[in-house]
């Protein structure tokens, strides 16, 4: 039985020390960097807290996973004048697509193919080899950890800011999982950019960690290190401008990922 094989069977039994996930859980945490947040987008799901940076200098947004909800990409148009690019393999373009906008209906891949297209050639397809005023919004339903650990590292840091929703974190409890999915993906991002942000998505509860615990799904809100130049106190959480994607759930405070009970 070949290695990968091999890795895959066992999986699910080998578990994830939860001192590991702790690691992984602090390097999320976000802190103030000197800008206020402002709300882009619905009040609801599909809303994102961003950078107060003058967001009007970004060239271009580029959004892979669409559904039917592109009220952060109109607001970004309607606003601030910044055009998004928009694919998704699983719809057809929106009904209200922003009038600056460009919809593919493409998945977006670890490499380009037939039916899908890498972040780094959907980037030089719109905007060429040099800009680096770029925002990446993704979210991709649990894709993301199969995409990011592939990236390079040039291509991650064309993006300004970058907001992510991060799906299924029970799974870090699987130490496969975790090694090949939840680490890289979260130490590619935080190596180039800093946590912000962090936003508890309610649409699935929580999960523990021996004494940690997680909303299931979090949105999170990044900025490229070299436009600031001191990091502040931990920032508070939740966010005044933070919304429940789903109403009619029970809140869940992001703040739980960092407080840690006694065992």
């Not at 094989?5 to 992984?24: E, Y």
């Not at 998945?107 to 030089?124: H, Q």
């Not at 993301?144 to 974190?169: A, N, Q």
């Not at 999170?220 to 009619?248: M, Q, W, Y």
């Amino acid at each position: 039985m070949r290695l990968n094989d091999f890795l895959r069977t066992v999986g699910k039994q080998i578990k994830t020390p939860n001192f590991l996930i702790s690691r992984v859980l602090d390097r999320l945490q976000p802190y103030d960097i000197g800008f206020p947040l402002l709300r882009v987008g619905p009040a609801g799901d599909g809303g994102y807290l961003l950078p107060d940076i003058d967001l009007s200098r970004l060239q271009a947004a580029f959004s892979p996973g669409v559904a039917s909800e592109c009220g952060f990409e109109r607001e970004l148009s309607e606003r601030f004048n910044v055009p998004a690019i928009m694919v998704d393999g699983s719809v057809e373009a929106p009904v209200n697509l922003p009038h600056d906008a460009i919809f593919e209906k493409v998945w977006l891949g670890r490499k380009t193919s037939v039916n899908s297209i890498g972040l780094k050639d959907l980037v030089v397809k719109y905007v060429g080899n040099d800009n680096r005023k770029l925002l990446l919004q993704m979210d991709i339903e649990g894709a993301e950890y199969k995409i990011i650990p592939f990236v390079s590292m040039k291509t991650v840091k064309r993006f300004e800011i970058i907001v992510i929703e991060l799906h299924y974190l029970h799974r870090m409890s699987y130490l496969v999982k975790f090694l090949t999915e939840f680490f890289p993906t979260i130490m590619k991002l935080t190596s180039s950019h800093q946590v912000i942000h962090v936003h508890a998505n309610n649409c699935c509860g929580q999960v523990t960690f021996g004494s940690r615990s997680s909303p299931e799904v979090i949105e999170v809100t990044l900025l490229r290190r070299d436009l600031f130049t001191e990091i502040g106190i931990k920032a508070n959480l939740p966010h005044s401008l933070d919304r429940d994607c789903v109403p009619e759930k029970a809140s869940i405070s992001a703040a739980i990922m960092w407080e840690v009970e006694s065992e």
